[in-house]
């Protein structure tokens, strides 16, 4: 017996956690005990995982297979990327990462039965992760496997997102009313204006109110966006790490129970990895969604002066040389603000190079009606495809193997340039990136 289940494919965290949930239910239906449910579902999360972060898309197939007479539950998961070139080191441990990159495949690997790992240059990756059935399973057959594939063919999608954007939705229909009627007022205010010029005064009020409704629509659709936004980090982007803690957690526990020291401790890097990004994503989620509401004040800033600072907060690298430029103006602007910007910049210019050594200039130049700044590094670069989109919510290039990265930074500078009514581009061909952002000119210049 060899039979497909079913086939997901990977493209982002949602998947992820649409992968693990399959895991956990097959092993049910195949009468895995409980911690071995929680093994393969995890091992599943963190080869999916490892897919999506170094490769951007993949695919995986549940199976059941039958070998010498015992039946397996199979996870495969396929990638076409560049592939792994220190694998065998990884696989002995001779390889100690930095990053994330190697401990899921080494510590997935103690969690399933059998694993089994291809990887070839500019062909992919592929992964067999393999659970064996206990004997006395439940019935399996090629019926009943065909009856699992119907039902999660069938099962029906519930997420709170989607509740949430069709209530949203909802709404923006019922201002739209509100604003066709407002339009049917005005018509009727202008007829009553010209009868009677007595109430002029009535109707200059009438029009304040409406346009101050608007504003005020205005203003609650701007808080649903929020609103969406936050319901999406919390279905979609801390919903898989926290499954994964859950089920690292209750491993490291099988683990300790067996008095396998060494197995949990080979976990703890996961966990720790996995605290680590929930905490960077709430922290940006929580800048982003503040950015453009706190009343600050504006005043003169010297942008040298303010760069030096946040370079004096930043940890540099030795290696690292930063030139800033000595006639850097003087804005009006609120310094939170501008902080932000150039923090976050500069760090993407250092956590993102490739080299151990690396340049970066900081720049400025007076246009027409605003001023234009320009921080450039000597990096690997952006492909032209993902220089629009790193600028939106939870975007990262496919190449992207930090654990601190959640997609929010460069949200954040739009957001707060965009406040501004100002521009921010990315200039980048082969190798270097200048990232180019624009600031109104200050009143007294």
Known sequence: ??????????????????????????????????????????????????????????????????????????????????????????????????????????????????????????????????????????????????????????????????????????????????????????????????????????????????????????????????????AHTITHDLKAPLQNLIGLTEAMSDFLAEESKDEAEAILPMVQLQITRMDHLIRDVLEYSLTGMQQIPVKQINVRELVDSVLDGLVVPAGFKVKVAEDLPVVEAEEIYLRQIFGNLVSNAIKYHDKETGNLTITAKEQPSCWEFVVADDGPGILQEDQEKVFNMFETTSDVNHPGSTGIGLAIVKKIVQEKEGSVWVESQGRGTAMHFTWPLSKEA
Request: proline letters at 4%; glycine letters at 6%; charged letters at 25%.
């Open 1 to 230: 017996m060899n039979q497909s289940i079913i086939t997901i494919k990977l493209q982002n965290e949602l998947d992820v956690v649409l992968a693990y949930n399959r895991a956990m239910q097959l092993s049910q239906f195949t009468g895995l005990p409980v911690a071995g449910q929680t093994k393969f579902a995890t091992a599943v999360s963190e080869i999916c995982r490892n897919v999506l972060e170094h490769v951007g898309e993949g695919n995986i197939r549940f199976s059941v297979l039958e070998s010498r007479g015992i039946l397996y539950l199979e996870a495969y998961v396929t990638d076409r990327g560049r592939g792994i070139p220190n694998l065998s080191e990884i696989l002995d441990r001779r390889f100690m990462p930095t990053g994330s990159k190697g401990h899921g495949i080494h510590s997935s690997r103690k969690l399933v039965d059998v694993f089994q790992i291809e990887s070839d240059f500019e062909k992919g990756t592929r992964v067999r992760l393999q659970k064996q059935i206990p004997a006395n399973h439940p019935p399996i057959n090629p019926a009943i496997l065909k009856g699992w594939s119907d039902y999660f063919n069938l099962e029906p999608e519930i997420s709170p997102y989607a509740e949430i954007k069709r209530q949203n939705m909802q709404l923006i229909e019922v201002m739209e009313q509100l604003r066709v009627r407002t339009i049917e007022a005005e018509y009727q205010l202008q007829q009553i204006q010209h009868l009677n010029d007595e109430l002029q005064t009535s109707n200059h009020e009438i029009n304040a109110l409406l346009q101050e409704r608007e504003r005020n629509n205005l203003q609650l659709q701007r808080v649903n966006k929020t609103l969406d936004e936050f």
